[in-house]
């Protein structure tokens, strides 16, 4: 139909990385644009209060469009990246815009204290670990964007270069195969391949370089050639991470949100620090070299034994992990703690977690997410516990798509004492 097509005006960016403008009084978000660009769409969806289209043609392009440099980028290809048709500067600052619509929208705060974008490595071949699915003709690649229909992929753009080598590598057309997924550790150089296979009758593997090869069930990780577990390091730590563990993709973004994390709450000797969801102990046993104690409270039972054998490996003696949900583990919790570092799932935190927090005392807490709608309704709660927001730092962990990594500081109202760093933070 003719009315569904139409001009459109974009004049902001979203959350999910469409863009949006208003036609007829309704808003429409429209994938692979940009703010600022004048566009001829086409209705697709349609609901009560907005609408989505899709792009037909660009009417007045933006000075930041570039030609995206892979083939599989697209309204009909791979849906990993959203954003190589943007300028590099221009995603840092629209990721910008991002976080604060979001903490002025959902979380009620009026001015939000976002600093500019932090980029942490080169915007292409950043990523240490890869997933692949398989089609139905037994290669390997990624999924079409809004669909379940694999797109034989041979290279991406994305991956490190140990990456990348490693799947040049690979011959892995077998019938059992569901899963691919490839990890790398970009500063000790080891590497792991978990195959997602389904029942039983895997097939004979050989390899002629260094690799732990893991056979990945519905039962769980079984280890048929190497070792259960890679290391990485960063910022001067080695960190044990197993098949079943989640590590962040970026190894130079791991280290920059480490010394965020650090500079945000500046432990000192006599202090205790709760490291919530803390995984393989990224934030928890960096912070523990200058903290009296480290709790560390993880539902994952790979990833707590990580870090209890890099604890060990390191000969740290102040560490006290507890393995379940950090709610239900914060409940049995009496002892007073100063400082809390927080990277939950995409979920956040929620209220009952936020009200153990300031139950214990926590007088500064930085709050890692990857989800700035999430991070932005704990903000209610977190200002209802007596909690301000002082700084939110976005970090770039995931260059050419619209995620984005935060790192916030919030101080208890009634302690507002920063030491001699508190100027720091806004430089």
Known sequence: MQDDRFNLELTGI??????????????????????GERVFVEKIEERKKWGRARLLEVLRPSPDRIEPPCQLFGLEGCGGCQWQHIRYERQLALKREVVEDQLRRLGGVRQPPVKSTMPVS???GYRNSVRFAVAPDGRTGFRRANSHEVIPVESCMLLHPRLAELYDLMDTSWPGLQSLTLRVGVNTGEAMVILGVKGEGWPEIEVNVPVSIIMHTEKGYYPVIGSSYITEEVAGIRYRISAGSFFQVNTPGAERLVSLVKEFLDPTPGQRVLDAYSGVGLFGLALARDAAEVVGIEDN?????????????????NITLYEGPVEEVLQTLDDSVDLAVADPPRSGLGKGVVAHLRRLGVRRLAYVSCDPATMARDTKELESQGYALEVVQPVDLFPQTFHVETVALWVAKDKLDFGENRSELWT
């Open 14 to 35: 979203a959350h999910g990385g469409e863009a949006f403008g208003f036609h007829q009084g309704k808003i429409y978000f429209v994938a692979y644009a940009i703010p």
């Open 122 to 124: 080169e915007p292409w």
């Open 301 to 317: 039972p790979h990833a707590i034994e990580d870090m209890a054998q890099t604890a060990a490996s390191l000969g740290m003696d």
